[in-house]
C-alpha cells in the first residue's frame, strides 16, 4: 500500500504543472490525526456514556410523561400525578436521614451499589386538597461510572487521584454490591421495518416487528396457494388481507387492488385473494371486523376487556386492528383512520408479490443495516419503565384498598411509597444479569457481565463486546459469519473461539452507535421540503413510475416525485450541522423508496467527505487540527467530515485511500486501522499474519499480565495478576497509543532467538534464560482476596473474632494462630503458610433461639444447662505455597455487619510449564529454564531471554511477527520506538536499512556462539527482541496430585476436582483401554478397591442384603454370604429398593 | 594444501551459513599435521594482546587457545566466581508502593564494592551474622514536605525531601572486626545513584540489608560480570582488486574504518582491508552480487577478542586471573580424583 501511495506523489509531481485540474488526489499528510480527534470526543465506551446519559437526561422524563398518572377506581376524586422526574447525583444513606456523596471506588471497596436517588415532584390529592410534594426519592438507579451523574464526569487527573480512580479507566460499567459489572451490547434485528423472508414452508413473507412503548408484536403477510393472509399471534386463524383491508374501511375492491398496485402482474397476482373475499361473504368494514372479531384470541380479548370494560366485539376488534397489529403505524383512534395501515399492509402485500416475481431479492437477516445494537441506556429504560408501572400498580393498590375505608388520619399516598421495588428491581436485574421485562414477556439472562480486570485490554475488550441473541448452540453459518457491510462496524478479528465465534463481536475503533432523534421535528422538515400526504392519494399515485415513499424509522410520512432533491437537502443540513448528525437517509430503488432513520442502535462511523472528486479535508486542516485550532465538532459543524449508518454506507462510494478517489467517489476513509478493534489494533503488522493467529491474538490478550490501572494498588479485586516490570512496546502500532496501552502494558519485550536448544522446546515450548528470571523477567504479583462477613442472627447473637489461642506451657500462640494479631486477624505483612488460620472467627452454636428459651427448653427436657460454646469458623489459608498478607480492611455495609477483607499477595518467578505468548497468537510454556552461561551469545556477548523453536513458523505464517522483531531490533539500536500499524507501519525496507548501518546483518540474523561448546553455531540466528505477553496459566495454580485424600459422602467414591483434593479420574475410555488389553486385575483395582469397595452380606436364597450374617427377609443366617462390590453398586441397589424394583444377588461358588 | 590449512584455522561466514565452526584438529584427525600438544610450542604459540583496560571493562586479545578453553573462562566468569550480593531483607517498615518482595528483588541486584576474597561462604544452617561471612547495610529513608518547596512547580524532587531512595542512602554496618579490616571506601553500593525505589511525603522505608557472598550459577545477582564474552577474529579477504565507486560501496558495507581507499598510482582508488577487528559480521557485502566472488569472510579459529565488562567489584584484569586460577584448581582436582581412582 506504501509503495502504491508513494507513486501516486511521484507521478502527481510530474504532473503537476501540466495540468492541476486534472492531478490526482493528494494525499492528505497526517490525517490519521482525526482518529484520536475523534476519540478525544467519543472516547472508547462512549457509546455506553451516550446510550445512559439519553436514558438519565431524556427517556427517564418520557418514561414518566407515558405512566404519569394514577388513577382509582374507588375514588373518582383521587389522583397522583408527576410532575417532573430526576435523577440526583450519587450518595449513600448511613443510617437515617445520613446521606452524603459517594465515590465508586468506596462502593467496591465496601461491597455496596453505586447508584444515585431518583427524585420526582408529585401532584395528589390528600383528603379533600391538591397536595404538591417536591423532591420525594422513589428508588436509587445504579449510575454508570463516567457517565454525566457520576461523580468523575469531566474531572481531571489530579481529582480522579483523590478519589482514588485511574484516569485511564474507561468507565461505562456499574458497581452493583461491590462488584463492577458491565451490560453487555446486544445485537437485534431492527424494529419496525418490513422484511421479506423464506417461511419455514418456503414462501415468500413480509414480516414487520412492531415496538411501541406498551407492547411488542410481529405480523406477517404471506402467501397461501395463491392468496394472500396476515397472520399475526393474536389470532387464532391466519385472515385473509382482503378482509384486513375491508376491516381497515377500504371497502370497494377496486381500492384495495389499486393500494396494492396497479400494475398487471400484481393484480394478477392478487385477483385470487380478492375472489376469496367474495366468497367468503365479506363486503362491509362491519363485516370484516366481525370475521376478526371471532378468530381473536381469548387472550387479547381479556387484555382489551380489562382496559375498556363495557364494549361489544366489534370495538374490540377495532383495537386490535389500532393497537396491536402493525401497533407502530400511528391511527387517528377518535376517527378509526385506517388509511395509513392499509397502505402500510398493501406494502407489504405489494412486497411479497414482487418477491414471489422475482422482481426484488429475499432481504439479508444478516446484513448490519437491518441489525441494531441495545445499549445499557435502552435496557435499563425498558427496565425502569416495567418497575415504574409496578411501583405505580402497588400504590394504585394500596389507595384502592384504604381510601374507601374511611379512616382517622387522611390517606397520604406519600407515606406509602416504597423506594425498594426500584432499587432493588434495578440492582438485582444487573448484579444477576436476568432482565424480565413482564410487558413484553421479555426474559433473558446473561445480559450483564463481570467486567474482566485482568489485564486493561480486557476490560476495554469488555466494553466494546457485543452479544448476539442467536442460540449458541445452533449450528448456524449465516449469523456467525463475517458479513461485508460489517466493514469498518465491526473488528473482523475479534470473536472468540469455539461455541460464541461470529456471534460475540467487537466494535471497531471508530464505530459510534447512535441514540433516539426526536422524530417530530424531522417529519415536520420533510413536510416543508414537499413530501405529499399519502392518505390523500390512491394506488396509482403511490406507484406512480417516479414517485417515492418517504419513510421515517419504518413508518411511512409521505411520498415524494423529486427524490433527489429531499435526500440532497435532508444531507445538506445535515452536513451544516441543522439536523442531528446521526440521521441517515438512503434509498432502496427497486422498492422506490426513500428510508430516512433518527432510530437509536444503528452503527455508524465518520468518513471524509468527497466533493467533485476533491477530499473536503486538505492537509490545512489537519495542521490546524494539531495545532489545536480545530476540534473533531469543527470538522462536523463544516462539513469536512460525516456520520453514515452501514444503510447509507450502502449508498455511497466511498475510497479507502487517496489514489483511488474518482469522480463518482462520495466519501473518503479516515484511516484504514480503524476497521480494527482495540483487541486487534494492538497487533503489530497483522496485515502481514494469517487471519486465524491475529483471532488467537485478541483472546490471548486478554489473559496477558501487566498493569491494570493506576489505582491497582488501591483495590481489593478476588484475582489480581500484575506483571512486576511491565514494558512499553517497542513495535508499536496507532492504536496502542490511542487506548493508551502504553501507559499500562501487559507483557516485555524479550530478546529472542530463533533456534532450536536442546529437546525441550518442541510443541511451541520456550526456552527461558535464569539470569533474566532473576533480574525480574516475567516475574508477577498475584493478589488474592477472602472475606469474612460478621453476621447478626434473629436471637441478637452475633459472630465473634477472638484473640490467638495461647499455649499454657509456651505462652506462645498455637502453630495454626502463628499469624494472627491480639484481635484475632492476620497481621499486615506476616508470611501464612498452609492450613494457617487468617480470621479467628466463631458463630454462635444456636442462631434462632436466645440464651433464655434455650435454658427453659434444656430443663424442661430435664438437662442441665450449660452455656452453649461458640463454634469455630476460622477463614483458614489453604494453599501449599505461601503468601503474604498485602492489605487488611474492616469496614461495614447495609447487608452485613461486618466485613473483613484479606488481600493475600505472592510473587512469583516464571517456572518451566508458565505460559507465555507473543502478540501473534503465538502461545508456549517455558520447557526448560537455562543458566546463563549455557545460552547462546553472540558476538556483543547478548543471550537471549527467549529461545524459540522455528517449527513454530511455517504452518503458522505469521510473518508479522518477523517484522516485530526487525522493527523492534532497529528500534533498539537507534533508541526510538517503531510502528507496525495494521495497513501501514514502518516498512521492512527501512528497518534493515538502519540494521545494516549499525552494523548488523539486514536479515536481523546474527553469528552466535554455543554457549555449551564455545564454537559458532553452524547456522545464522533470528536474534532480536519481540514483545512477549505472560499468560494467566501458571503450573502453581494447575499443580495437583493426589494419593489418599477425601471421599465424598454419598458414593464414598475420591471426589472430584483440584480444589477438592481430588483423585484423576480412570474414565470409560481408559477403562476400555484395560479391557481391550485384557488387565481385568488392573481394572478391579482402580474401579473398586482404590475406590469404593464395600463389604455387605448377601442371602443367597433371596438375594437381597443382609445384615451383620444375618437375613431380615428369609429371618435365617444360613445362606448369607459376605462379598465385595463397589459402595456405588450397594448404593444403587437400595435406590431401586426404595422405588419398588428388587434387585436380587444370586453367588455361585467360586470354581 | 592451502584449503586444508584454512578449514583447520578459520570459520568461513557464507551467505546463509557458516562453515568448518567446528576445530577439527585433534591429534591424528589431518595426515600431514603433527596435532598432538605439545607444552613447548603452545607456550610459543599462545599471545595476550591487551586493547583496553580501565577499572570496569576490558578487552584482550587471547590468540593460541582452543575454544573450549576459552569458553571455560567464560563460563567461570559468568557463573562461578563469587562475589557479594544483598540476599536477606529484614523489612521493618515499608510504606513504599513497592511490596516487599519486589523492593527485596530489586536491593539484592545492587552490585555492591566489596572484596569477595577477604570473605568466606556462608554456611547455609548458621543463621548468624559473622564478620567474615556477612556485610550488613541500613536503609532507613523517610519522605516529607520540603518546607521550602517553590508553589508552583509541580517536581517530586522539589516539592518533597526524599522523594528518591537511591543506593547512596544505603549505610554501611560494621560488624566485628569489620571496622578495622575495612575502610570505610572499600564496601558501598557500586554506583551512589541507583534509584531503588521512589517515596511520598508520609512514606518511609526502614530495611536491614544482609549481604552474602554467593555465585553467579546460584543467582544472576552473585555474577561478578555484566557479561564476558568473546567473538573471533574477522579476516576480511579481498580476492580481487575493488577500485573506486564498487571500493565505496564496498566500504559501506562494513563498519567505519574496516576497509580503507588507497589512492593507486594509476590514480584509482584501490579498497584494502585495515581493520578487519572492528567488523561485526554484518555480511553486508556478500549480499551484492559484485562482490560475491570477490570478497571472502572468515574468522580465525583460535583468535578470541575477550572482552569482560565487570560489575564494579573488582577489576576485570582480576576477575580474569581468578577465573584462570579457578580452572586450574579445577583440572588440579580433576587430577587428584583420577590419581585417586587409580591408586585405589
Redesign the interface.
Known amino acids: 500500500m506504501g509503495v502504491q501511495k508513494n507513486k501516486t506523489l511521484d507521478s502527481y509531481d510530474a504532473i503537476e504543472d501540466i495540468d492541476q485540474l486534472a492531478a490526482p488526489v493528494k494525499t492528505i499528510e497526517d490525517k490519521w490525526k482525526l482518529v484520536p480527534a475523534f476519540l478525544q470526543i467519543k472516547g472508547l465506551v462512549k457509546q455506553h456514556l451516550d446510550s445512559f446519559d439519553y436514558f438519565v437526561n431524556t427517556e427517564i422524563k418520557k418514561i414518566m410523561l407515558a405512566n404519569q398518572e394514577i388513577l382509582i377506581e374507588s375514588d373518582p376524586s383521587f389522583y397522583m400525578r408527576y410532575l417532573n422526574i430526576e435523577v440526583l447525583s450519587p450518595s449513600i444513606e448511613e443510617g437515617y436521614n445520613i446521606v452524603r456523596p459517594i465515590t465508586p471506588h468506596e462502593c467496591r471497596l465496601r461491597d455496596m451499589s453505586y447508584s444515585a436517588p431518583i427524585s420526582v415532584d408529585i401532584e395528589y390529592i390528600r383528603g379533600k386538597e391538591r397536595v404538591i410534594r417536591k423532591g420525594l426519592i422513589i428508588g436509587r438507579l445504579p449510575i454508570m461510572l463516567r457517565s454525566c451523574k457520576c461523580v468523575l464526569y469531566e474531572k481531571n487527573e489530579a481529582e480522579m487521584a483523590k478519589m482514588r480512580e485511574c484516569p485511564l479507566d474507561p468507565g461505562g460499567y456499574f458497581i452493583t454490591r461491590g462488584t463492577e459489572r458491565v451490560i453487555l451490547i446486544q445485537e437485534q434485528i431492527s424494529k419496525n421495518r418490513m422484511l421479506i423472508e423464506k417461511d419455514s414452508k418456503d414462501r415468500f413473507q413480509c414480516t414487520v416487528t412492531s415496538t411501541t412503548q406498551q407492547t411488542k408484536t410481529k405480523t406477517a403477510v404471506y402467501e397461501s396457494k395463491g392468496r394472500y393472509f396476515l397472520a399475526h399471534n393474536s389470532l387464532t386463524d391466519d385472515i385473509p388481507i382482503v378482509i384486513i383491508f375491508k376491516a381497515y374501511g377500504i371497502q370497494s375492491d377496486q381500492e384495495i387492488v389499486e393500494l396494492v398496485g396497479y400494475e398487471d402482474h400484481i393484480v394478477n397476482s392478487f385477483s385470487a385473494s380478492i375472489e376469496e373475499c367474495h366468497r367468503l361473504g365479506i363486503f362491509t368494514q362491519m363485516q370484516a371486523l366481525k370475521y376478526i372479531s371471532t378468530r381473536m384470541k381469548s387472550s387479547t380479548k381479556q387484555f382489551a376487556s380489562a382496559q375498556y370494560a363495557n364494549r361489544n366485539r366489534i370495538d374490540e376488534a377495532r383495537e386490535l386492528l389500532a393497537h396491536i397489529i402493525l401497533a407502530h403505524v400511528p391511527v387517528k383512534v377518535i376517527e378509526y383512520n385506517y388509511k395509513l395501515q392499509a397502505v402500510y399492509t398493501a406494502i407489504m402485500v405489494r412486497r411479497v408479490i414482487q418477491a414471489q416475481l422475482g422482481h426484488v431479492n429475499v432481504d439479508d437477516r444478516d446484513y448490519y443495516g437491518n441489525k441494531r445494537l441495545e445499549l445499557a441506556g435502552q435496557l435499563i429504560a425498558l427496565l425502569f419503565e416495567d418497575l415504574l408501572k409496578r411501583f405505580n400498580g402497588d400504590l394504585q393498590k394500596v389507595a384502592n384498598k384504604i381510601i374507601p375505608r374511611q379512616r382517622a388520619s387522611q390517606f397520604d399516598v406519600v407515606k406509602h411509597i416504597r423506594p425498594d421495588i426500584i432499587t432493588n428491581g434495578l440492582v438485582i436485574a444487573i448484579s444477576t444479569g436476568n432482565w424480565t421485562i413482564k410487558r413484553f414477556k421479555m426474559e433473558r439472562h446473561g445480559v450483564t457481565h463481570v467486567l474482566s480486570r485482568l489485564s486493561y485490554v480486557a476490560g476495554i475488550g469488555m466494553m466494546t463486546m457485543i452479544q448476539s441473541q442467536f442460540e449458541k448452540t445452533r449450528k448456524v453459518s449465516g449469523p456467525r459469519s463475517l458479513q461485508p457491510s460489517q466493514w469498518g462496524m465491526l473488528c473482523p478479528s475479534d470473536t472468540p473461539e469455539g461455541e460464541g465465534c461470529g456471534l460475540v463481536k467487537n466494535l471497531a475503533l471508530m464505530t459510534h452507535i447512535t441514540t433516539d432523534i426526536e422524530e417530530k421535528p424531522l417529519i415536520r422538515l420533510a413536510q416543508n421540503l414537499g413530501i405529499e400526504d399519502i392518505t390523500m392519494m390512491n394506488g396509482e399515485e403511490i406507484y406512480a413510475e417516479n414517485m417515492y415513499i418517504v419513510m421515517l424509522n419504518g413508518n411511512i410520512i409521505g411520498a415524494t416525485n423529486k427524490p433527489k432533491k429531499l435526500i440532497d437537502s435532508i444531507r445538506f443540513l445535515r452536513r451544516k450541522g441543522y439536523l442531528s448528525e446521526f440521521i441517515s437517509v438512503y434509498t432502496l430503488k427497486k422498492q422506490r423508496v426513500i428510508n430516512i432513520s433518527s432510530d437509536s442502535g444503528r452503527l455508524c462511523r465518520p468518513y471524509i467527505i468527497v466533493m467533485k472528486g476533491q477530499p473536503r479535508v486538505t492537509s490545512q486542516h489537519i495542521q490546524e487540527l494539531t495545532l489545536g485550532q480545530k476540534t473533531f465538532i469543527d470538522f462536523l459543524r463544516q462539513g469536512l467530515v460525516e456520520y453514515l449508518d452501514v444503510n447509507e454506507e450502502g449508498d455511497s462510494n466511498i475510497a479507502v485511500y487517496e489514489k483511488d478517489v474518482n469522480k463518482e467517489t462520495t466519501h473518503l476513509e479516515i484511516e484504514p486501522f480503524t476497521l480494527l478493534g482495540a483487541c486487534a489494533g494492538l497487533i503489530p503488522y497483522p496485515h502481514h499474519n494469517q487471519s486465524p493467529r491475529n483471532t488467537y491474538q485478541c483472546a490471548m490478550g486478554k489473559q496477558a499480565m501487566g498493569a491494570i490501572g493506576y489505582n491497582q ?1 488501591q483495590r481489593c479485586d478476588t484475582l489480581l495478576y500484575l506483571l ?1 516490570y511491565p514494558q512499553r512496546h517497542l513495535v508499536k502500532t496507532r492504536t496502542i497509543e490511542l487506548i493508551n496501552l502504553e501507559k499500562l502494558p501487559a507483557g516485555q519485550n524479550a530478546i529472542v532467538g530463533v533456534m532450536s536448544y536442546s529437546g525441550y522446546d518442541i510443541e511451541d515450548a520456550l526456552i527461558l534464560n ?2 533474566s528470571l ?3 523477567f516475567g ?1 508477577c ?1 498475584v493478589y488474592k482476596k477472602q472475606v469474612v462477613s460478621m453476621k447478626r442472627y434473629p436471637n441478637q447473637t452475633c459472630d465473634k473474632i477472638k484473640g490467638p489461642l495461647i499455649n499454657i506451657d509456651t505462652k506462645k500462640p498455637k502453630w495454626e494462630h502463628e499469624v494472627l494479631d491480639m484481635d484475632g486477624i492476620v497481621g499486615v ?1 506476616e508470611i501464612v503458610e498452609n492450613k494457617q488460620v487468617l480470621v479467628n472467627k466463631y458463630t454462635p452454636s444456636s442462631t434462632t433461639m436466645t440464651l433464655a428459651e434455650q435454658q427453659s427448653s434444656a430443663t424442661a427436657a430435664g438437662n442441665v444447662f450449660a452455656e452453649p460454646e461458640d463454634k469455630e469458623t476460622p477463614l483458614i489459608y489453604r494453599n501449599p505455597v505461601p503468601a ?1 498478607i ?1 492489605k487488611v480492611m474492616l469496614t461495614s455495609n447495609h447487608e452485613d455487619m461486618f466485613i473483613v477483607k484479606l488481600l493475600t ?1 505472592q ?1 512469583r518467578r516464571p517456572e518451566i510449564g508458565d505460559k507465555f505468548s507473543s502478540r501473534h497468537g503465538q502461545k508456549g510454556v517455558c520447557g526448560l529454564i537455562v ?3 549455557d545460552m547462546p ?1 553472540n ?4 543471550c537471549p531471554d527467549i529461545i524459540m523453536n522455528p517449527h513454530g513458523y511455517p504452518s503458522r505464517m505469521t510473518i508479522g511477527k518477523l517484522i516485530e522483531l526487525l522493527g523492534g531490533k532497529a528500534g533498539v539500536l537507534e533508541g526510538k520506538f517503531h510502528y507496525g500499524t495494521a495497513f501501514g507501519g514502518d516498512k521492512i525496507v527501512d528497518l534493515s536499512k538502519v ?2 548501518d549499525r ?4 536479515l536481523g540474523k ?2 552466535l ?1 554455543s ?1 555449551l ?8 540466528i533470528f536474534f532480536g527482541p519481540i514483545f512477549y505477553q505472560k499468560l494467566k496459566h501458571m503450573v502453581q495454580d494447575k499443580m495437583h496430585a493426589r494419593a489418599r485424600g477425601p471421599r465424598s459422602i454419598l458414593t464414598r467414591q475420591p471426589t472430584e476436582g483440584r480444589s477438592r483434593d481430588g483423585g484423576l479420574r480412570l474414565g470409560e475410555m481408559e477403562r476400555d483401554c484395560l479391557i481391550g488389553y485384557g488387565a481385568s486385575m488392573l481394572i478391579l483395582e482402580r474401579l473398586m478397591i482404590s475406590s469404593d469397595q464395600f463389604q455387605v452380606d448377601v442371602c443367597n436364597q433371596c438375594g437381597l442384603f443382609g445384615y451383620n450374617g444375618w437375613c431380615q427377609y428369609c429371618k435365617s443366617s444360613s445362606d448369607v454370604a459376605t462379598i465385595k462390590i463397589p459402595y456405588a453398586c450397594k448404593l444403587l441397589f437400595q435406590e431401586l429398593q426404595s422405588m419398588n424394583i428388587v434387585p436380587r444377588i444370586s453367588l455361585k461358588t467360586q470354581i | 594444501m592451502a584449503s586444508m590449512n584454512n578449514i583447520r584455522t578459520r ?1 568461513k ?1 557464507e551467505d ?4 568448518h ?3 577439527t584438529n585433534f591429534p591424528g584427525n589431518y595426515s600431514g599435521y603433527d596435532d598432538r600438544l605439545n607444552l613447548d610450542e603452545f607456550r610459543q604459540n599462545l599471545q595476550v594482546q591487551i586493547t583496553s583496560l580501565d577499572d570496569t571493562t576490558s578487552e584482550f586479545d587471547l590468540i593460541g587457545i582452543d ?2 578453553i ?3 573462562f ?2 567461570i566468569l ?2 562461578e566466581l563469587p562475589s557479594m550480593a544483598i540476599e536477606k531483607v529484614h ?1 521493618t517498615e515499608n510504606s513504599s ?1 513497592l ?4 523492593l527485596a ?1 530489586r536491593l539484592g ?1 545492587i552490585p555492591l564494592r566489596a572484596d569477595p576474597t577477604l570473605f568466606i561462604d556462608k554456611v547455609a544452617a548458621d543463621t548468624k551474622e559473622r564478620e567474615d561471612d556477612t556485610l550488613i547495610f541500613k536503609l532507613k529513608v523517610a519522605c516529607k514536605k520540603n518546607p521550602k518547596a517553590p508553589t508552583d512547580g509541580d517536581d517530586p524532587k522539589k516539592l518533597y525531601i526524599n522523594s528518591n531512595v537511591y543506593t547512596e542512602h544505603m549505610e554501611w554496618i560494621p560488624i566485628g572486626n569489620q571496622i578495622t579490616k575495612f575502610k570505610p571506601e572499600d564496601i558501598g553500593p557500586v554506583f551512589p545513584d541507583i534509584l531503588i525505589v521512589k517515596l511520598r511525603p508520609g512514606q518511609e522505608v526502614d530495611l536491614k540489608l544482609v549481604c552474602h557472598k554467593g555465585i ?2 546460584d ?3 552473585f ?1 561478578p560480570v555484566c ?6 577474529m574477522p579476516e576480511i579477504i579481498l580476492k580481487k582488486p575493488i577500485y573506486d565507486e564498487d571500493a565505496e560501496h564496498l566500504q559501506k558495507c ?2 567505519p574504518g574496516v576497509i580503507e581507499l588507497e589512492q593507486d598510482n594509476d590514480g584509482h582508488r584501490r579498497a584494502v582491508v585495515s581493520k578487519p577487528r572492528l ?6 557485502a556478500l ?1 551484492y552480487p559484485a562482490f560475491k566472488d570477490s570478497v571472502e569472510l572468515n ?1 580465525i579459529r583460535d583468535h578470541f577478542i575477550f ?1 569482560i ?1 565487570s560489575v564494579g567489584a573488582l577489576r576485570p584484569d582480576q576477575l580474569f586471573i581468578d577465573s584462570i586460577k579457578l580452572l586450574m584448581s579445577k583440572c588440579d582436582r580433576l587430577l587428584q580424583e583420577i590419581d585417586g581412582n587409580i591408586n585405589n
Open positions: 494498588s512486576v535464569k539470569a532473576d533480574r525480574g516475574r504479583i505483612g503474604c498485602e499477595r510473587t543458566q546463563q552461561e551469545f558476538d556483543y556477548g547478548m540494521l545494516i552494523g548488523f546483518n539486514y546474527d553469528v556462539t554457549g561448546t564455545g564454537e559458532p553455531l553452524q547456522s545464522y | 570459520i561466514l546463509t551459513e557458516i562453515l565452526t567446528t576445530s575454544a573450549a576459552a569458553n571455560a567464560r563460563r559468568i557463573a523489612v508502593v511490596p516487599d518482595d519486589v528483588h541486584l553467579g550459577r543467582h544472576a545477582k555474577s557479561t564476558g564474552s568473546y567473538r573471533l562494513f563498519t567488523d561485526m559480521c554484518s555480511r553486508e549480499r574468522k572482552s565488562e
